[in-house]
């Protein structure tokens, strides 16, 4: 995604997540009428529950094979025209209703009919609405009609049709039957009280597929026909006629679509199909997004919750899934019954199926909504108090990301900026005057963050203790009125027991020791105070509650202390009292003016405690305090909602396992997270009425709405080290500038649509998400639910299988901000408003930059007499063969081009802009020094090229060199090399969805890591997952085709790979035979071999003329030998530049291989 992008999808708000103050309290006195007109007390304890409910189950018998009919109008009908009980032979039609509302609700009724004529079988059945009438296909040339149950589904004759129908559907905008065939869509009209039908038009179908299916839930509403491998989408013309406006063809998948689901909200559109195969695409542009092996048979249902993120199907083989659309992991399955024929949801949460021997409704709830994606998982999740009616939810993710998010809409308001020195970071505190964000990196030091921007930049770091081992533990902020400015005050607790306040004003830096331990928390009240009251507790296990006052300077003045009984886990200062969670799993609740005057002997008996809370530890608390409520969330996933008083209020009973959370506001709104994510649960599902009532009386107002922040990075983001200020605390308020402090930056943020991960820079672009699983294919046998809990016949509390789609990087890919300067244009002054940095330079140091502030950490490259003889493959061959025949002697050392490259690597490319003729030259030197070099210089020069590619528009010649050179390393006989080779094809953005041509060979490599980077590549490019799929392409008539329409930048994919017609007839042939369903080497089979022996320096000449060629010899684009006389010339004009370039960006389109000579130094 391009900054220009990004800015436009985050320039306003998304929708309200949090109702305003005003419909709220209307929904509140609509939940308290409904409950007077129910009569019924409620529970005490609410009890909120994910687990799937069996709401009805019948039998049939097994030969009668029912067909299902489903409809409503204001009640749900389920109607079967053939049905026939288990123990009885006699057919009847039968009628299951399900009222949604009154006394009745939810509850099935049944009613019978007798049938006066023997109904066939029945294939496809649907209801006309108003019209109030059933059409049955039953596979005999004829449309059965019926009235329904108004009229007790009296037979109203049949209408010939001349031809054989695979589906029915009623449009009911368009009051027309639509009827699914071989080659057409036919559409009827449905004649004035019901006396029949009329045919209206045929639309025929290219290619005269099979329409096997309808779908009303199209874009815009229009019709989806799924029709064998694809999807078309059709828009009323008026008289009956359909025009085609849209089609979605999955990647190189031949199976026949069999169901589908629009979700417009999200902007996807699903499909599955036969082999068990979930495809997703892009509504806008109808562009294929993802594709993955959700069953192992048939899906019969794809249903998308777009409030939970998730995405559920259905197998014939009788399970059902549901997955997170984030990261592509199962989160749950329901095994319904074997032989699952259809399954039809009828609302976001129910849904019937019916299978060979049952019919059957289920109930699939969840009391909780998407609230924001982080991309990582979340580690702590707090509520930030930043004025009146202000707040914001800071979030800590395992990537070290700080972030803001607004607790009105979810938006991403703020982000930091993913420094290495965030992997350290224990604790953290929020400034809103200042805008600053503080963050304790396990050491004296304390990192300081710029808020006002995102990404924030860092700002400067305080060392505040003169003693490096006296850590920092935690941090607090704590909002008052003291004077002089002093608008709050951030305190930090030390190693040493001693609590320091950080500040920019002398007079309030001090520091007094208030434990004879560690300080392990900091607690102060939310929002502004007349008070700065202080509430500490350390391992010397005493909480004690200091004053902040001012006179002079700012004190530390004791109010009381606690003595606790026992450990404490959680410490918060409430108005008036000391709240606490204990290691037993207990709430002490201290009332702390009682401590004031009472002596030590006598606070035993003023402790008021509760029962165990959870039968395992405490890992999340908040307190809700216009409530009295707080909430405690166990190590077992399991979450509790209970009052001051210890009374337990509301239980989440769920099948999930939920992380830290929070109070999103002061309404009770709660926050949990899992999967990485972050979900909402309404106080008007969390509370119970009484609570409710009382929330009206307080009369609450709404928060403020922010608008989330312009991701904009800085133009110092693009060094590899950043420089700050750093300060040191001296004592008695003193404090120095001690210089600069060098951090590393290393990683980039990439955006997944508008979700940041954080990228390493020298990891592969598959491995995005740093804390992720290894790939691997997803099978039923993954799934470990042996240990059940009997109430629910469900997995206990644990963490649910992480498994792992292959290839999925989410629906939409990551998108790093590259280039976010012009893409090479230039610019008159720095587009973040800053001067550069030579140029402040210049000014102040006239007479050169003083030696502290100079950062270059690799040597300088003035030394222009470089050694440039290795160059020449030939040339290297012959010296390498003379050197076996003499012992080397001492030469003097001199600085060789790989030197030069290697520095210019660890500096930025955005320094300065280089013309289209050095980077010319130098892409040709280094693809020169590829022919000949070792592994790892190999590796730097990928590593190179792979920056250059990124941050430079690169001539189409030069690419299409680059894609013969690296095409000609995949058949290399050393197998390090054809891994790079591999990998550097992706990571110079050369790759299509067609380079599963290629990499079919690479399947049958003979060295595993190759065969598994070309299986990672094979299922990230082209989509393929399958043998099937794979054999698939390969059998296409148009493949070799669209092979010769693919140029990379001047040749063509044909031209590049040499293939021909035979060609992928031949490895066609290898595919079928060698390779298994999964895409792995059959284990009968022999890979392919590469090997050279290169033991006799007799035998290295002749080695040296081999080529290894695994199809047919391809027109040659640029010769080595010719491309080597220039190089020498070309490659010490470099050395005048000092080249630039930073963290590599790989990203593009994709590409193929062949065979080349090559001898490893």
Known sequence: MSVKSWNNTRMSSSPRLIPKWEDLKLLINNIQKDIKADGKPKNDVVVLSDWPETLYQEPHHPQSKPFICFYSMNVNYFVSLNWVEPSSKQMQAVLWVQKKDGEMEGKIQKMKFHVMDQVPPIKAMVHTGSYHMLIAYCGDMRLWLFED????????????????????????????????????????????????????????????????????????????????NKVRVFTHQGQGWLEEVKKFTPVASGSSITCSFTCVSQGYFYAGNRDGEIHAWGLDRGNFLHSFQAHSSSVIC??????????????????????????????????????????????????????????????????????????????????????????????????????????????????????LVMDQAVAWAYDPDREELFVATDSSEVLVFDATRSPCTAK???????????????????????????????????????????????CARTETTVHSGAVLVLSTLEG???????????????????????????????????????????VILLPGSVGAITENHCWHL?????????????????????????????????????????????????????????????????????????????????????????????????????????????????????????????????FETVFLPKFVYLGQGLQELQGLEALVNKRVIAFDNTVPHVVEEERFMSSVITEGPKLHFLEDKDVDFSTLDPKHNRPLHVVPAQLRLAGWDGLNPYHILQCFFGHGRQWPFAPDGYIPNSVIRARLWPEGTPIFLRCDMYPSYQ???????????????????????????????????????????????????????????????????????????????????????????????????????LLEDTTYYNPWIRELAWEGLERLGLMSHL???????????????????????????????????????????????????????????????????????????????????????????????????????????????????????????????????????????????????????????WCPPQGTKRQSL
């Open 528 to 570: 502004p105070q007349e008070n700065s009251l202080l509430c500490s507790y350390g391992t010397d296990n005493v909480i004690h509650l200091t004053e902040a006052v001012l006179q002079n300077k700012v004190i530390l003045q004791p109010v009381s202390k606690i003595l606790c009984s026992c450990p404490l886990k959680h």
């Open 149 to 228: 149950h108004h009229r007790a589904f009296t037979s109203l004759g049949t209408v010939p049709c001349r031809f054989s129908i695979s589906c029915l559907c009623y449009d009911s905008e368009t009051e027309m039957l639509l009827s699914g065939t071989l080659g057409a869509v036919v559409t009827w009209f449905i004649l004035p009280n019901g006396q029949g039908l009329q045919m209206a038009q045929t639309v025929p179908m290219p290619g005269r597929e099979l329409v096997q299916g309808f779908s009303l839930n199209g874009p815009q509403g229009s019709l989806l026909a799924l029709c064998e």
């Open 302 to 419: 794809v249903h998308s919750r777009p409030e939970t993120h998730t995405l559920l199907t259905a197998g014939s083989e009788g399970i059902v899934r549901e997955w997170n659309l984030a990261f592509g992991n199962l989160l749950r399955q329901l095994d319904i019954d074997e032989d699952l024929q259809q399954l039809q949801f009828i609302d976001n949460t129910t849904f019937f199926c019916q299978t060979t021997h049952t019919f059957s409704l289920h109930h699939l709830p969840y009391f909780y909504s998407l609230f924001n994606v982080c991309g990582s998982a979340p580690q702590q999740v707090q509520r930030v108090c930043c004025g009146h009616n202000w707040t914001r939810i800071l979030c800590a993710t395992k990537d070290g990301l700080l972030r803001f998010l607004s607790p009105v809409t979810g938006d991403l308001l703020v982000i930091t900026w993913p420094l």
């Open 460 to 506: 400067y770091l305080v060392c505040t203790s003169v003693n490096p081992g006296d850590r920092v533990r935690c941090l607090a902020y704590g909002q008052s009125c003291l004077g002089k400015g002093l608008g709050g005050l951030m305190f930090c607790g030390h190693e040493s027991g001693i609590v320091r306040i950080l500040s920019h004003y002398s």
């Open 590 to 718: 201290w009332h702390y003016q009682d401590f004031l005057t009472s002596s030590e002997s006598k606070q035993s008996s003023m402790l008021k405690e509760t029962k165990c809370l959870h039968e395992c530890a405490i890992s999340s608390f908040d307190v809700c305090l216009s409530l009295k409520l707080f909430v405690t969330g166990g190590i077992d996933g399991s979450v509790r909602i209970w009052d001051f008083h210890g009374r337990l209020i509301t239980e989440l009973d769920s099948a999930l396992h939920f992380g830290p959370l929070c109070f999103a506001n002061n309404r009770g709104d709660l926050l949990l997270t899992f999967n990485q994510s972050l979900y909402l649960v309404s106080c008007l599902k969390l509370l119970h009425p009484a609570q409710l009532i009382h929330l009206t009386i307080l009369n609450i107002a709404d928060e403020i709405q922010e608008v989330p922040k312009l991701f904009l990075p800085s133009f110092f983001f693009s």
């Open 995 to 1149: 380079f599963a041509i290629p990499l079919a060979m690479g399947l049958m490599d003979s060295d595993e890591n190759v065969r598994t980077k070309a299986l990672y590549l094979m299922i990230r490019v082209t989509g393929i997952q399958t043998k099937t799929m794979l054999v698939g392409l390969l059998k296409k008539q148009d493949t070799l085709q669209e092979m010769q329409q693919q140029f990379i930048g001047e040749a063509s994919l044909d031209q590049l790979l040499g293939i021909q017609a035979k060609d992928i007839q031949f490895l066609l042939t290898h595919v079928e035979r060698r390779l298994n369903e999964n895409l792995t080497l059959s284990s009968r089979d022999q890979p392919v071999t590469f090997s050279l022996d290169i033991s006799r320096g007799g035998e290295l000449e002749a080695l040296a003329e081999e080529t290894l060629i695994p199809l047919s010899e391809p027109e040659r684009i640029t010769k080595p030998r010719k491309r080597m006389t220039r190089v020498q010339a070309r490659s010490r004009n470099l050395s005048m530049y000092g080249v630039i370039c930073g963290t590599p960006y790989p990203m593009g389109n």
């Open 863 to 965: 030394d222009k007499d470089w050694d440039m003889t290795e160059l020449s493959p030939r040339t290297l061959v012959k010296e390498k063969i003379s050197m076996s025949k003499r012992e080397n002697k001492p030469k003097q050392w001199k600085r060789t081009f790989l030197d030069v490259l290697v520095s210019m690597r660890n500096q930025n490319w955005m320094v300065r802009n280089l013309d289209e003729g050095r980077i010319n030259n130098l892409i040709e030197a280094i693809l020169n020094l590829t022919i000949c070099c070792s592994v790892e210089q190999y590796k730097k020069y990928i590593h190179v090229l792979a920056q250059i590619f990124a941050t430079y528009q690169v001539s189409a010649k030069l690419r299409s060199e680059a894609a013969c050179r």
